[in-house]
């Protein structure tokens, strides 16, 4: 395997079915670029005579769309900002706060991420999109799932405030999960 010498970026995005790392390999003296998504190669051109521009790609599981502009900064100096569909990563980071939430926990020794995708009742667990099972109780709603032989289940409830809206609970085993910050 040859060395990443033309490194010149690398991302983490959290996305419902993992985080994943974006790494890019920009050669302005042989025009070479390069997109490595957790460490497999996607896309590679070579003598690319035109050193700025953009390239396309999905990321994980759910072909998420993806791309980073090159862009001239001054002389040979060069800028690599990356979309997450159509939105910036800051931009894209943001409106996900807003639609999901993320729970990380350990359950006999292994670690499992949860992801809730608010506006589908989705549920993502390490990768994997979870069976579920929903149901109407007197407060909200339930989603049942299991992990590892564990029942799970998020609980949905109104806050009784406008702006705070629906809040999500986690409980497995009866427990209650802290909400992870990615």
Same mark, same amino acid.
């Given at each position: 395997?040859?060395?990443?010498? !033309? ?10 079915? %993992? ?6 390999? +920009? ?8 997109? &490595?998504? !957790? ?13 700025? %521009?953009?390239?396309?790609? #999905? ?7 993806? /791309? ?7 002389? =040979?100096? &060069?800028?690599?900002?990356?979309? @997450? ?5 800051? *931009? &894209? @980071?943001?409106?996900?706060? $807003? ?12 670690? &499992? ?14 990768? *994997? ?6 149901? =109407? ?7 049942? =799932?299991?992990? /590892?032989? +564990?029942?799970?289940?998020? $609980?949905?409830?109104?806050?009784? $405030?406008?702006?705070? %809206?629906?809040? +999500? #609970?986690? @409980?497995?085993?009866?427990?209650? @999960? ?5």
């Amino acid at each position: 395997l040859e060395k990443m010498t !033309d490194l010149v970026a690398v991302w983490e995005v959290a996305l419902s079915d %993992g985080v994943h790392k974006i790494e890019f390999e +920009h050669g302005t003296t042989s025009g070479k670029r390069v997109v &490595y998504v !957790d460490g497999k190669e996607e896309i590679r051109r070579e003598w690319m005579f035109k050193l700025v %521009g953009k390239e396309t790609f #999905t990321v994980g599981a759910t072909k998420t769309k993806a /791309a980073i502009n090159i862009d001239a900064v001054s002389g =040979f100096a &060069y800028e690599y900002t990356l979309e @997450i569909n159509g939105k910036s990563l800051k *931009q &894209y @980071i943001e409106n996900r706060l $807003k639609t999901t939430n993320t729970w990380i926990l350990n359950l006999g020794g292994t670690d &499992y991420r949860i992801v809730l995708e608010k506006d589908t009742m989705d549920v993502w667990c390490n990768g *994997q999109k979870m069976e579920t099972a929903g149901e =109407f109780v007197e407060d909200g709603t339930e989603t049942h =799932f299991t992990v /590892a032989d +564990h029942s799970c289940c998020i $609980k949905a409830v109104s806050s009784g $405030k406008r702006k705070e %809206g629906i809040i +999500h #609970t986690l @409980i497995v085993d009866n427990r209650e @999960i802290p909400e992870a910050v990615e």
